[in-house]
Nanobody, 115 residues
Framework: QVQLAESGGGLVESGGSLRLSCVAS????????MGWYRQAPNRPRELVAG???????NYADSVKGRFTISKDAAKPAIYLQMDSLKPEDTAVYYC?????????WGQGTQVTVSS
C-alpha cells in the first residue's frame, strides 16, 4: 500500500504564498502520477496540478502562472508552490497518487486565503 503525508497548509493573506508538500511511502511504482486536487465547500473536487514521475507537469487554467508543482529527485515527493494567492484558492488541498493499479488520496490540508 501507498501512504501519502501532506503538510504546509495554513492561513495567508491575499497575495501571499504557501508551499505544500506530499511524501509518498510504501510500495512505490516505477511510473506514477502525483498531483494536487482541491475542494472548496459545496464544490466538486478539482485538479490543481499534476506531475508524472518523468517530470511532465500540467495545471488548471485558474492557477497557471501562480502555482508551480515540482518533484523531489531523491524520493517520491511533490511540492506545490502557491504564489499570488487569492481568496478563491481557499479549499482543502489533497495529494493524489495514481497508477493503473493504485489510486490513493492524502488526508487533505486546509488552505485559507483572507481578503
Amino acid at each position: 500500500q501507498v501512504q501519502l503525508a501532506e503538510s504546509g497548509g495554513g492561513l495567508v493573506e491575499s497575495g501571499g504564498s504557501l508551499r505544500l508538500s506530499c511524501v509518498a511511502s510504501g510500495t512505490i511504482a516505477s511510473a506514477y502520477v502525483m498531483g494536487w486536487y482541491r475542494q472548496a465547500p459545496n464544490r466538486p473536487r478539482e485538479l490543481v496540478a499534476g506531475m508524472t514521475s518523468a517530470g511532465t507537469a500540467n495545471y488548471a487554467d485558474s492557477v497557471k502562472g501562480r502555482f508551480t508543482i515540482s518533484k523531489d529527485a531523491a524520493k517520491p515527493a511533490i511540492y506545490l508552490q502557491m504564489d499570488s494567492l487569492k481568496p478563491e484558492d481557499t479549499a482543502v488541498y489533497y495529494c493524489h497518487y495514481f497508477t493503473l493499479q493504485n489510486n490513493r488520496w492524502g488526508q487533505g490540508t486546509q488552505v485559507t486565503v483572507s481578503s
